[in-house]
Each structure stands twice: as C-alpha cells, then as structure tokens.
C-alpha cells in the first residue's frame, strides 16, 4: 500500500514538472484572425483627441503612410502579450512610412501611462474618452487592429494580439 502510494505520488510529480516545463517554454500565441468589417474599403474614421503623455493626435497627419491602428486597454490580457510585437514593429518600421497608432479603449488615463511605461510603448496613444473613436471603427473588444493604407482607406482588420511578423506581413501586402 505505501508503495503505490509512493508510486502514485511520484507520478504526479512527474506530470506537473512535465506541465510546468510545456507551459513555461511555449510561445504565446500572437497571431490575429483576419476579419470581415463594414470599414474595409473606405475611408477611416476620424481619429483625433489627446495623446495618452500629453500633446494631440490626428490620424489625418499621417496620410501619405501606412498607419497602423491598434485598440488596446492595460486590462486586457492579449494586450499585454502583443504591447512587446507593436512596439518591436513600430521601431523596426519608424523610418519606412509606417506609423503604429494606439487607442485606449475603455481604460483610465493612469492605468494606460502605467501599461505604456511597462512595455515600453513606442508608438503614440491616443485617448478614446466615452469610446467614440472605438464606436466610429466599430470596435468592441480589444486587441483589434486595423490597417490603413497611404491614402487612408482601411485595408485590413485583425482580431486578437498581433506579432510584429504577422504585422510585416500584412504591410507588405497593403503596399503591393
């Protein structure tokens, strides 16, 4: 009896230190699902108000570029997973006429400035107060990112945390 106890015990060991080492090594997923929005094909809605760390944003300045824009809130658990590819993206892109945009969707003020100072946001925020600017895209949950070309019609629309890979990707095809 003691052995198979012992025996039983020893093998539980094994299947959690198993787990443990499977979950700890694994990638996290960062690969959006592409999605159908009534947005693609036209214009971009207005996105303009206050830059989360102060100053203004107005997605009309960027015309001429590919512009990236990314709805994201400090609560979001995908959020946190994809804020590392955005800004790897947006540093890897910042002089080949890409812009990332990111809007604040449904978050306060002071948890964003914490998230963005966390991850080390490199790309400028904007603060969606009362979600109008989510309500013009049609967002209702984060993350979910669009992509717009140079002559500011939507492109592209992907559901879930982006790679900066899968960003690349979707860029290029934009440009072609």
Same mark, same amino acid.
């Given at each position: 009896?003691?052995?198979?106890?012992?025996?039983?015990?020893?093998?539980?060991?094994?299947?959690?230190?198993?787990?443990?080492?499977?979950?700890?090594?694994?990638?996290?997923?960062?690969?959006?699902?592409?999605?159908?929005?009534?947005?693609?094909?036209?214009?971009?809605?207005?996105?303009?108000?206050?830059?989360?760390?102060?100053?203004?944003?107005?997605?009309?300045?960027?015309?001429?570029? $590919? =512009?990236? /824009?990314? !709805?994201?809130? @400090?609560?979001?658990?995908?959020?946190?997973?994809? +804020?590392?590819?955005? *800004?790897?993206?947006?540093?890897?892109?910042?002089?080949?006429?890409?812009? $990332? =945009?990111? /809007?604040? !969707?449904?978050? @306060?003020?002071?948890?964003?400035?914490?998230?963005? +100072?966390?991850?080390? *946001?490199?790309?400028?925020?904007?603060?969606?107060?009362?979600?109008?600017?989510?309500?013009?895209?049609?967002?209702?949950?984060?993350?979910?990112?669009?992509?717009?070309?140079?002559?500011?019609?939507?492109?592209?629309?992907?559901?879930?945390?982006?790679?900066?890979?899968?960003?690349?990707?979707?860029?290029?095809?934009?440009?072609?």
């Amino acid at each position: 009896m003691k052995r198979s106890v012992m025996a039983i015990s020893l093998a539980a060991i094994v299947v959690v230190v198993a787990l443990s080492l499977f979950l700890a090594t694994r990638n996290p997923v960062t690969s959006a699902t592409e999605a159908p929005s009534p947005l693609l094909g036209m214009a971009a809605p207005a996105l303009s108000g206050d830059r989360l760390g102060g100053g203004t944003l107005n997605l009309k300045s960027d015309l001429g570029h $590919v =512009v990236v /824009v990314n !709805f994201w809130a @400090s609560w979001c658990g995908p959020c946190q997973v994809e +804020a590392p590819e955005l *800004s790897t993206f947006a540093w890897q892109e910042r002089n080949k006429g890409v812009d $990332v =945009v990111g /809007v604040v !969707f449904d978050d @306060s003020v002071s948890a964003a400035n914490a998230f963005a +100072a966390h991850y080390g *946001s490199l790309y400028p925020s904007v603060i969606d107060a009362g979600g109008v600017i989510a309500n013009r895209f049609g967002v209702t949950s984060p993350p979910t990112t669009f992509v717009v070309n140079a002559k500011g019609v939507v492109e592209v629309t992907l559901l879930g945390p982006v790679s900066a890979k899968q960003l690349r990707e979707v860029v290029a095809q934009v440009r072609s």
